[in-house]
């Protein structure tokens, strides 16, 4: 009984060999950068003892955040609206419930990319009647040039590290057998989880005659943090030892 010979692929060690030995490394990057873009969360309330009332108090309400939003132009990216509620109210419990009164409101969320005029459009959405104010959430853009920039960092501190490594071997790197991006020889999708970057600003405007003039808030962008990280297999020449 013969034994088959075996390949060349079958005898090939999967990490190199001593005539062609592999370097693996990974390589990083942090980069600090200002934010493009401010996300700001507006909440529109009304309140009306029967839901014709609520509904018309709340659409006016939202007609007039929406006007104030537009007029700010080219500040504004992007304007759109979430969620629309209109609730109604019961009374305490007992055995026949009535409805007290409607409640009702609306989700808009504005993005915009001039901070000065962000800070005065926040005060002013502040200062209407039963509307609430949450953000602003400094971003950037899911094409921004600080993404690539981080990427292609990453990979030359790849390269330099296995250069590094090489050297310490009195060897010089030969080819490049790899390049990924962390997770990515991974089936199930590495993600992490997003959390909105920025410090938060809450505020929340009552019922009453807004004040004039209402000073603009003085924002300060909270610079981002963009992270990339790739792992690379190199081959390199024979080590001196």
Do not use: C
Not at 64 to 81: R, W
């Amino acid at each position: 009984m013969t034994t088959p010979e075996a390949t060349p692929e079958a005898t090939a060690m999967p990490y190199g060999t001593p005539d062609t030995p592999r370097v693996a490394v990974r390589g990083e990057a942090h980069l600090e950068v200002d934010p493009e873009i401010a996300r700001v969360g507006i909440t529109v309330s009304a309140r009306g003892p029967d839901r014709r009332t609520a509904l018309e108090d709340l659409t006016r309400r939202n007609n007039h955040v929406l006007e104030l939003v537009k007029s700010y132009g080219e500040a504004v990216e992007n304007l759109e609206t979430g969620s629309f509620t209109i609730t109604p109210q019961l009374t305490d419990k007992g055995r026949h419930e009535k409805i007290r009164a409607y409640h009702g409101r609306v989700h808009i969320q504005a993005t915009l990319t001039d901070f000065t005029a962000l800070g005065e459009l926040v005060t002013r959405l502040a200062d209407l009647e039963l509307t609430r104010v949450d953000g602003p959430w400094w971003a950037l853009r899911r094409d921004s040039p600080a993404h690539r920039e981080a990427r292609q960092q990453a990979v030359r501190e790849a390269v330099q590290r296995a250069r590094e490594y090489a050297g310490a071997l009195g060897a010089q790197l030969a080819a490049l057998v790899e390049l990924a991006d962390q997770g990515a020889e991974n089936a199930a999708p590495a993600g992490m989880p997003q959390n909105p970057a920025g410090r938060m600003m809450r505020s929340a405007g009552y019922g009453g005659a807004p004040a004039p003039d209402a000073p603009a808030l003085d924002l300060e962008p909270q610079r981002q943090t963009v992270y990339a990280q790739v792992n690379a297999r190199f081959t390199m020449t024979r080590p001196e030892l």
